[in-house]
């Protein structure tokens, strides 16, 4: 069956620029969940999705960062003026009501120049 | 905030030795989740532990949640080069053990020479 899906799988631009990254959810998943790995490091979280509001942004670093969920399927991140510190893979994960397990896309890797 | 703490950081071991991580949290736990990233792969979902004191098997895996809920195992028996990866424990964010997003310790990176 489908999984988490992101695109891009690989994202290069310059700095200052503007980017989308998107995640397909698995289909009939409530929750998504944007979080951003660095090299070396466990994923960090990002923001949670409950349906199509966003249940927790706390993660979200700066105002630079947004995200949206409008029908309550497909995400997209948005990184407005990119710095070379926002250099990252970024994952999208997924989970049902009736469980707590975390499904994750294949990530998107984004690098700034 | 919370806090996920990971040793060791990297572990090499000979294939067919046993290994083990650890994890220990700042705050109380309502449950803890363990993932396996392979290189160059995403988390993968292993197991999630909730009840105090809880042990739970997977073949070879052995997973343990400490009494007080703050801590946590997972021990591999006789290693194979299939278990290379990086082992990752996770708790909820908001404490209830809800669909809310996860703390991911570091990890402990796993290399086994043949």
């Known amino acids: 069956g489908a999984g988490v899906s992101q695109t891009p799988s690989n994202k290069v631009t310059e700095k200052g620029k503007y980017v989308e990254l998107r995640c397909d959810p698995i289909s009939g998943h409530t929750a998504l969940y944007w979080y951003r790995q660095s090299l070396g490091q466990g994923p960090e979280f990002l923001i949670y999705?409950?349906?199509?509001?966003?249940?927790?942004d706390s993660g979200l670093p700066n105002d630079r960062f947004f995200a949206v969920r409008p029908e309550g399927s497909v995400s997209t991140l948005k990184i407005q003026r990119t710095e070379r510190g926002d250099s990252a893979v970024y994952l999208c994960?997924?989970?049902?009501?009736?469980?707590?397990?975390?499904?994750f896309g294949p990530g998107t890797r984004l690098t700034v120049l | 905030g919370q806090q996920v703490m990971q040793i060791p950081q990297y572990q090499h071991v000979q294939e067919g030795e046993d290994f083990t991580t650890y994890c220990n949290s700042s705050?109380?736990?309502?449950?803890i989740q363990w993932y396996k990233q392979r290189p160059g792969g995403h988390p993968v979902f292993l197991i999630q532990?909730?009840?105090?004191?809880e042990v739970k098997k997977q073949k070879r895996l052995t997973f343990q949640f400490g009494e007080a809920k703050k801590n946590s195992s997972l021990h591999i028996t006789a290693t194979q080069t299939t278990d290379v990866g990086t082992y990752f424990c996770a708790g909820h964010r908001g404490g209830g053990g809800g669909a809310d997003g996860l703390t991911f310790g570091k990890g402990t990176h796993l290399i086994i020479q043949p």
């Open positions: 532990l909730v009840k105090s004191g």
């Open positions: 705050t109380t736990l309502s449950n």
């Open positions: 999705f409950q349906g199509t509001g966003a249940a927790d």
């Open positions: 994960a997924s989970s049902s009501a009736l469980a707590n397990e975390q499904f």
